[in-house]
Nanobody, 122 residues
């Protein structure tokens, strides 16, 4: 089992920045891929970004490219999502996930955190 705990998030005005972090514990593996997803009220959970622990390879959703940056610190078992130039449409609960594939599909990630709220006011 892998446990994931998110932190960060909060309320920010449009154009501002926030950072959310995820600490992994338990049966973690350097072969894992870590993803960030988000879910707004009434909408499906959507992919935001992902990173491979071992290579640092990253993938981003088109909607966040150039604004969000995902990074990892293997020594601290931590993955961070730096969010800049935030827009009201970025408002959602942000979830950290871990799995064995670098994929945009939520069901391919067996481990999930509890989520953290990000609210961007206009």
């Amino acid at each position: 089992q892998v446990q994931l705990v998110e932190s960060g998030g909060g309320l920010v005005q449009a154009g501002g920045s926030l950072r959310v972090s995820c600490v992994a514990s338990g049966r973690t593996s350097s072969g894992y891929y870590m993803g960030w997803f988000r879910q707004a009220p009434g909408k499906e959970r959507e992919f935001v970004a992902a990173i491979a622990w071992s290579t640092g390879t990253t993938r981003y959703a088109d909607s966040v490219k150039g604004r969000f940056t995902i990074s990892s610190d293997i020594a601290k078992n931590t993955v961070t999502l730096q969010m800049d130039s935030l827009k009201p449409e970025d408002t959602a609960v942000y979830y950290c996930a871990a799995g064995n594939l670098l994929t945009k599909i939520p069901r391919n990630y067996p481990y999930w955190g509890q989520g953290t709220q990000v609210t961007v006011s206009s």
